[in-house]
């Protein structure tokens, strides 16, 4: 019945900006965290950023510290992540997921994934 649903991928230029949503139904609260992930194509999935529960705590990959911020308004059920200064090495299909947690090396055990996402930077 918990559904992520997302949005916001698209085409953009090298430097540019875009944001991508998340918003979850079926469920009104939950303590659990929400993460992002990326796969490009032909490659391994990879952590992105991570969020806990009242955005208190905000975890990063390294390949986006300082370009990518995530949030979230538990009002509206959804979640955000806001990518600037995009790169060629940043396209890929993104997902957000709930998960049981989150630090500054990944999120772990998946509840629920989202439909995923196309963001493609071009040169």
């Known amino acids: 019945q918990v559904q992520l649903v997302q949005s916001g991928g698209g085409l953009v230029q090298a430097g540019g900006s875009l944001r991508l949503s998340c918003a979850v139904s079926g469920r009104t609260f939950s303590t659990n965290y929400m993460g992002w992930f990326r796969q490009a194509q032909g490659k391994e999935r990879e952590f992105v950023a991570g969020?806990?529960?009242?955005?208190?705590?905000?975890y990063y990959a390294d390949s986006v510290k300082g370009r990518f911020t995530t949030s979230r308004d538990n009002a509206e059920n959804t979640v955000y992540l806001q990518m600037n200064s995009l790169k060629p090495e940043d396209t890929a299909v993104y997902y957000c997921?709930?998960?049981?947690?989150?630090?500054?090396?990944?999120?772990?055990?998946?509840?629920?994934w989202g439909n995923g996402t196309l963001v493609t930077v071009s040169s």
């Open positions: 969020i806990n529960w009242n955005g208190g705590m905000k």
């Open positions: 997921a709930e998960v049981d947690y989150c630090s500054g090396y990944g999120c772990y055990r998946v509840n629920y």
